[in-house]
């Protein structure tokens, strides 16, 4: 068994998730192999087999650490006069539309599906406490992320006044949200 915390399997763990990212500039996933992957990659399919079971599963890595700096929707839509929890993170938005590391990532079209699989279990306990019933939250979650995910990745998110535009539509939602706390 390999052993995860060793700085050779880390450095072979980079090498491929830098490898895919690359990849994914001019392929979609569905497109790149194994062995397209550990070549680019510098590894050989051995050592891919010993980090990843295929080339999807090495991509949910890539989307863990898109998403490992960003503010969970919880996060982002709790703050108060107390501040915000996650303060220092990213906004998904800003991810999405400015990282360059994660461009081709974030642009896949399985990335969106993968990334709220990821990050749903912040959303449940929160639910509960705001009186609204998780399938509703997960709702509201989708309906919010989807929209955030469309405007960062659209003509919009370039615009000089973009600040502006993404301060009304927070607003917008935490307006919303605050509307359906406690309904049933």
């Given at each position: 068994?390999?052993?995860?915390?060793?700085?050779?399997?880390?450095?072979?763990?980079?090498?491929?998730?830098?490898?895919?990212?690359?990849?994914?500039r001019i392929k979609s996933l569905t497109d790149i192999s194994v062995s397209e992957l550990a070549r680019e990659a510098?590894?050989?399919?051995?050592?891919?087999?010993?980090?990843?079971?295929?080339?999807?599963?090495?991509?949910?890595?890539?989307?863990?650490?898109?998403?490992?700096?960003?503010?969970?929707?919880?996060?982002?839509?709790?703050?108060?006069?107390?501040?915000?929890?996650?303060?220092?993170?990213?906004?998904y938005c800003e991810r999405v539309r400015t990282e360059e590391r994660f461009k081709s990532v974030v642009r896949e079209?399985?990335?969106?599906?993968?990334?709220?699989?990821?990050?749903?279990?912040?959303?449940?306990?929160?639910?509960?406490?705001?009186?609204?019933?998780?399938?509703?939250?997960?709702?509201?979650?989708?309906?919010?992320?989807?929209?955030?995910?469309?405007?960062?990745?659209?003509?919009?998110?370039?615009?000089?006044?973009?600040?502006?535009?993404?301060?009304?539509?927070?607003?917008?939602?935490?307006?919303?949200?605050?509307?359906?706390?406690?309904?049933?």
């Amino acid at each position: 068994m390999a052993n995860m915390a060793d700085a050779r399997f880390q450095s072979c763990e980079r090498r491929i998730r830098d490898a895919l990212a690359e990849l994914l500039r001019i392929k979609s996933l569905t497109d790149i192999s194994v062995s397209e992957l550990a070549r680019e990659a510098h590894v050989s399919r051995a050592t891919f087999y010993m980090h990843h079971d295929n080339v999807g599963d090495a991509y949910e890595e890539l989307v863990r650490e898109a998403m490992a700096d960003v503010r969970t929707f919880d996060e982002q839509f709790s703050c108060g006069e107390a501040g915000c929890r996650g303060e220092g993170k990213l906004r998904y938005c800003e991810r999405v539309r400015t990282e360059e590391r994660f461009k081709s990532v974030v642009r896949e079209a399985r990335f969106f599906p993968s990334m709220m699989d990821l990050t749903w279990e912040d959303s449940e306990s929160n639910a509960t406490a705001k009186g609204i019933d998780q399938a509703a939250m997960r709702a509201l979650r989708l309906f919010q992320m989807s929209g955030c995910h469309a405007v960062a990745t659209s003509e919009l998110a370039e615009r000089s006044d973009w600040e502006r535009i993404r301060r009304i539509i927070d607003a917008f939602i935490e307006g919303g949200l605050r509307a359906v706390e406690g309904m049933r």
